[in-house]
């Protein structure tokens, strides 16, 4: 053995929610490359099957299963369709959710940058809070008594620099975001003792095509690598989370943002004075 088949996902059984696109997509390809079998999840079940063919090109067994992840009834269906299926589940990845300027989708009605709060309804509140907050909990929850009783398991969850630093007029995103990252938090303490890591990745300027297509890079003063990160980032270090290599971490936010959030002062605003003159 050597120190690579840590990272090693032979014979693990994964979901992924919003496996379809995106981010989603990008960590099916890396578990499905690191070994792993992949259940793929979304609303949407075209992008799902595209996923699934692809996974099952690198050699892996995929499924693909529409699941609104905001009814915890088609939630616990999902895992009890992997369990009948593939006996098991190892990696349950938290990704689906919406961030402001996806386009196109399911949830355009929902405005994430808001302006006066008075504006944001009861309805616009809980239907956007509930996809990016109340998914990732239903799906912990849903997984969480068969990992127990396997007395083992990796759960990922996805934040967002968003849900760290604060912007004028966003409320929905960031506040669930932040939950998120809280949440796995609780699991972390809650299961430590049961060999079940839990982690939260927060990604940050990511160029995600497929979601953005007019995304442009940034000026290289506003993020310090001077760059988008790419999906396949995100992917890497998901496979570390998911795998043996990262047995003694748990409830830890992983930021992968090219170090951006850090890298500027005010939230909202682009440097325009090179400060390092």
């Known amino acids: 053995m050597t120190i690579l088949d840590k990272f090693s996902l032979d014979g693990k059984v994964a979901i992924v929610t919003g496996g379809g696109t995106g981010l989603g997509k990008a960590i099916c390809h890396a578990f499905a490359r690191a070994g792993a079998d992949v259940v793929i999840a979304g609303r949407r079940i075209e992008p799902l099957n595209e996923t699934a063919t692809e996974v099952r090109n690198l050699g892996q067994r995929a499924m693909a299963i529409s699941t609104d992840v905001t009814d ?10 992997t369990i ?6 190892d990696i349950m990845v938290n990704n689906a959710g919406i961030a402001r300027g996806i386009e196109p989708s399911p949830r355009d009605d929902i405005p994430i940058k808001l302006g006066p709060i008075w504006e944001l309804s009861d309805d616009k509140w ?11 909990f239903y799906c912990c929850r849903a997984v969480a008594e068969h990992m127990l009783k396997r007395k083992r398991g990796k759960v990922i969850n996805m934040a967002s620099v968003g849900g760290m630093r604060a912007q004028k007029g966003w409320f929905t995103y960031p506040a669930a975001k932040a939950g998120v990252i809280m949440l796995t ?42 760059r988008f990160g790419e999906p396949k ?16 971490i748990t409830g ?22 090179n400060l390092n003159k």
């Open 233 to 248: 980032d995100v992917g890497l270090l998901a496979v570390f989370l998911a795998s043996d290599a990262s047995n003694y």
């Open 185 to 226: 938090k609780a699991l972390a303490v809650t299961w430590a003792r049961d060999n079940i890591q839990v982690n939260v990745i927060a990604p940050g300027f990511i160029k995600v095509v497929d979601a953005s297509p007019g995304l442009k890079e940034p000026n290289p003063d506003f993020i310090p690598m001077g």
């Open 84 to 89: 009948a299926e593939f006996d098991k589940v």
């Open 72 to 81: 915890s009834r088609q939630v616990e269906k999902l895992v009890g369709k």
């Open 126 to 136: 809980r239907r956007a809070t509930d996809l990016n907050l109340g998914g990732t």
């Open 252 to 273: 830890e936010c992983f930021i992968i943002d090219g170090i951006g959030s850090a890298g500027y002062a005010p939230t909202g605003y682009a440097p325009v004075l």
